[in-house]
């Protein structure tokens, strides 16, 4: 297991801008509003020749017992009991505060090993900050500059006596990339969870997890980050990503949730499944198709999860209305999986976990030629394409390029003049045809080389 590292102390003194240098991407939102650190957020470090596991955490703060506030440290207090060691960071321009020296205490209280970082130390007033935190008695500041990437050597230093030496590996995935089915069905399955806010996207991960690992509330827009765990179920592994809830353009306002709403799509573009999830109340709301858009321009398998069921007065043919509803409503992604769930009380849990490894399975599927070959013939038999301008448009044949999502090339004459409508038709049809229920299907137009073409017609 990686050496694992927290990042702690009082809000706003850079823990999330110093996440993001060591990570080597922007995964946390920074801002210069306090606070904005709610869940506890992981991410594989890289310093030069070290490697570990850094957990960015909300800012130590108090507030009363069962606030937002408070349980925002609690997640604070359960990634430093994960840690196996701590960097406790002070804001160099700011000075020492009272709060600084509280959690100090906290810090120690811990037994593990801490290293101070003084950040902001950049300039006169960075130093003189940096000095005052000897009083802490956590050893000798590490003075850096997290936003400018200054003091790396130093913290290099630091941690070298800290972190084991362990042999680089490189498992990634390319969010595109092809793979064979069997390889597929043995990767852990990268699953976004989005929706409007309040949708209950964290409880039901909570629920997964059989822990209160992501902050929920009653008031919309707790989620900010969009945080990734790993979750292990039936034998098979699962990386999901809580998501902050997506509202109209329109109505996004402030910049940290403009910030909250680029994370979350970055989420939807690196998964492989998206589960969109609705509240059982008012689902199929302009936003939520949206959404559903989103998921299908993106290549995405989609998951549709309404929840909340548990507060719906049941009555009899829900589900197969629920169906005929999704079929309607979201067309271009005809046949998704919909189930009803309830994250707080864990009703159709499994039934949607199963949805997600079907969804996942078909977006990964190849089509036998030979059978592709046969829909292709049948299906131009069965509804040849219409003439444009008096002239007859050739449709050659069709083979797959790609999976995830299933990609076709069609090879035919004027690819400008076939009408999207036939698409949709061709579409369709290989969907009922090989059974590919809710996923995205491209097909792109080529046109047939002309053998003629370079012989110049002779002069009259």
Not at 8 to 23: A, C, H, M, Y
Not at 172 to 181: F, K, L, N, V
Not at 395 to 416: E, G
Request: hydrophobic letters at 40%; proline letters at 5%; a negative charge.
């Amino acid at each position: 297991m990686s050496f694992t590292i927290a990042i702690i102390g009082r809000p706003n003194v850079g823990k999330s801008t110093l996440f993001n240098r060591l990570v080597g991407q922007k995964l946390a939102l920074v801002d210069d509003e306090p606070g904005v650190t709610r869940d506890r957020r992981e991410g594989q470090a890289k310093l030069y020749d070290l490697d570990f596991t850094i957990i960015d955490t909300a800012g130590l703060d108090e507030g009363a017992k069962g606030s937002l506030t408070a349980r925002m440290q609690e997640q604070t207090e359960t990634a430093i009991e994960l840690a196996d060691a701590l960097m406790f960071m002070i804001d160099a321009r700011v000075g020492l505060t009272p709060t600084d020296r509280a959690f100090a205490d906290f810090a120690r209280k811990a037994n593990k090993p801490v290293v101070l970082i003084a950040n902001k130390a950049e300039g006169k007033h960075g130093e003189i900050g940096a000095m005052e935190s000897y009083a802490l008695g956590l050893g000798d500041p590490v003075q850096i500059s997290a936003e400018h990437g200054e003091g790396m050597g130093d913290l290099h230093e630091a941690l070298s006596a800290l972190v084991p030496e362990v042999p680089e590996e490189d498992d990634e995935i390319e969010d595109d990339e092809d793979i064979s089915e069997e390889e597929a069905a043995q990767r852990p399955i990268r699953v976004a969870i989005v929706g409007r806010p309040n949708a209950g996207k964290s409880t039901l991960i909570n629920h997964l997890l059989g822990e209160e690992r992501l902050l929920t509330s009653p008031e919309a827009g707790t989620t900010r980050d969009s945080i990734a765990v790993e979750i292990t179920w039936q034998g098979r592994e699962f990386r999901v990503f809580d998501t902050a809830g997506l509202r109209r353009r329109s109505r996004i306002e402030e910049k940290l949730e403009k910030l909250s709403v680029a994370d979350a799509l970055r989420a939807v573009r690196f998964a492989e499944v998206v589960v969109m999830m609705m509240d059982a109340q008012n689902k199929f709301e302009e936003q939520d198709l949206r959404i559903a858009d989103l998921i299908e321009r993106e290549g995405r398998a989609i998951v549709l999860a309404v929840n909340k069921w548990d507060l719906v007065e049941r009555k009899p043919n829900q589900i197969s209305q629920l169906r005929t509803d999704a079929d309607h409503w979201l067309p271009q992604v005809k046949g998704a999986p919909i189930v009803a769930v309830s994250g707080l009380m864990g009703e159709g849990i499994d039934r949607l976990m199963i949805a997600i490894q079907e969804a996942y399975a078909v977006w990964n599927r190849r089509l036998p030629t030979s059978a592709l070959n046969r829909w292709f013939e049948q299906a131009i038999q069965a509804n040849p394409p219409p003439a444009v301008s008096g002239r007859r448009l050739k449709l050659n044949y069709i083979t797959q390029v790609k999976a995830r999502p299933p990609s076709f090339v069609l090879f035919c004459s004027r690819a400008d003049a076939i009408p999207r409508s036939y698409l949709r038709y061709l579409i369709n049809s290989l969907r009922e045809t090989f059974d590919l229920p809710g996923t995205p299907i491209r097909i792109t137009l080529r046109e047939k080389a002309n053998p003629f073409a370079h012989k110049r017609k002779r002069p009259s």
